[in-house]
């Protein structure tokens, strides 16, 4: 590698005007393997870095298409009901499953900004004054909701407030729930929730909560220290593998550092009901909104959401703890739940995942705040071959385009400026 970077800046800089010589020019055919001969960084990235030179035969590169949901009613997208933050996707008893958040409240929720405002009849966040909820389907498609799986606690215990964004573990016959627990209105305060977890011998339940903390939000100082969002358990080595994001970095009402950095971190325990053990490499993703993520190969594969330097990438971990970048894809689905069968198989290799379901959030805006489920399809396989999932170079209207236009801010600056 250093006899590569010192050829490449010789070249750069004239002293070796020989290597342009016919043997030493890159070829035609682009060489699946990586050439010997002397490359740019860029050119030697393109090898390094991803599972293959060229996006249609990268297997962590695919398309996302999406299905309007069959069964699922909103309130005609008034505000009041609210579906998102899935978990995976399993099948059991002939039939998929997934448990999601659910907020069916007679007022639309007052926003973050206005948390002081909120009741316990009004939502301050879209995700307050939620249950976790659960629904089956015969395709994937067309889904029956199926009633409340873990509902809000009595008062003051963990989760009273809202249960949310719960995923799935099943581990030796039994299932588990893992999700988060509000005991205040979002928005209030920095100080976030915990995880706590419900337990059940069948998928239809009934859940029995724990009432513990199981995943706890880090030290004072630390980067976990006020969240401990979005668990995400998967089994590997005979022990859960617990993913999860954390915000931070953010100092409320000022101007510097209003906004939150979002990373992710990963917990290990050999007991689903814990004590789970922080990695001490935390945070093992650096970017991210929600975790979604599968076993694949050796090693598992994570989509890497909206926020950070790296989103709108998949990325791949051999050893499940240092990522690098595998692709870089569009329009990527939000609080992705996959579909992954060998997900709690203590799998040695990882076959990928075709579908799963993911959330819109505001569909009609921020006036009728809500967030509406959807079915997502890919080709992130090693048993599927679908070249309408590997096109590039997509194209978007002028209409689409001009959504994401000036702000009226940023055009009364512009006219300024043209005084």
């Known amino acids: 590698m250093k006899k590569q970077l010192l050829l490449s800046t010789l070249i750069s800089l004239g002293c070796f005007s020989a290597f342009a010589g016919e043997n030493e020019v890159f070829p035609y055919d682009l060489p699946k393997q990586k050439p010997s001969q002397p490359l740019s960084t860029a050119v030697a990235r393109n090898y390094d870095n991803y599972l293959s030179p060229k996006q249609e035969l990268n297997e962590l590169y695919s398309l996302f298409k999406y299905t309007e949901l069959k069964g699922f009613d909103y309130n005609g997208g008034d505000g009041t009901i609210s579906r998102r933050d899935p978990s995976k996707v399993i099948k059991e008893n002939g039939k998929y499953y997934i448990w999601y958040t659910k907020r069916h409240t007679q007022e639309k929720p007052v926003g973050l900004s206005n948390a002081h405002k909120a009741t316990d009849k009004i939502p301050s966040a879209d995700w307050d004054l939620a249950d976790v909820w659960y629904a089956t389907s015969k395709d994937g498609f ?34 588990y729930l893992y999700y988060q627990g509000f005991s205040e209105p979002s928005g209030l305060t920095d100080n976030d929730c915990p995880v706590i977890m419900s337990v059940a011998d069948s998928p239809d339940g009934p859940w029995i909560a724990t ?55 990963l917990a290990i325990a050999e007991n689903p009901l814990g004590p789970f053990k922080k990695h001490p490499l935390n945070p093992v993703l650096n970017s991210g909104h929600e975790t979604s993520l599968f076993p694949f190969k ?8 909206r926020d950070g330097n790296e989103r709108s990438t998949i990325q791949y971990a051999k050893d ?16 992705a739940g996959f579909y992954a069968p060998d997900v709690f198989t203590d799998t040695k290799y990882g076959r990928g995942v075709t579908w799963g379901i993911s959330h819109f959030t505001q569909p009609s805006g921020w006036e009728n705040n809500h967030s509406i489920l959807t079915r997502f399809d ?18 978007y209207s002028p209409e689409l385009h001009y959504s994401f236009g000036l702000s009226a801010k940023q055009k009364q600056r512009i006219a300024e400026q043209n005084k």
């Open 320 to 335: 499940w703890v240092n990522f690098e970048i595998a692709s870089v894809v569009e329009l990527m689905p939000n609080a």
């Open 378 to 395: 890919t080709d992130l396989s090693l048993d599927l071959h679908d070249p309408e999932m590997k096109k590039h170079n997509n194209k």
């Open 298 to 305: 050796e090693g598992v594969a994570a989509l890497v959401i």
């Open 142 to 175: 067309t889904w029956q909701e199926q009633g409340v799986a873990v509902p809000r606690p009595p008062k003051p215990t963990i989760g009273w407030r809202s249960v949310a964004t719960p995923d799935i573990l099943k581990f030796k016959g039994k299932y």
């Open 211 to 265: 009432n513990k903390i199981v995943v706890p939000n880090g030290k004072k100082g630390e980067w976990d220290q006020n969240a401990v969002h979005d668990p995400h358990p998967i089994v590997h080595d005979g022990k859960i593998y617990l993913y999860y994001k954390s915000d931070f970095d953010r100092i409320r009402g000022s101007k510097d550092r209003p906004h939150a950095s979002r990373m992710q971190g």
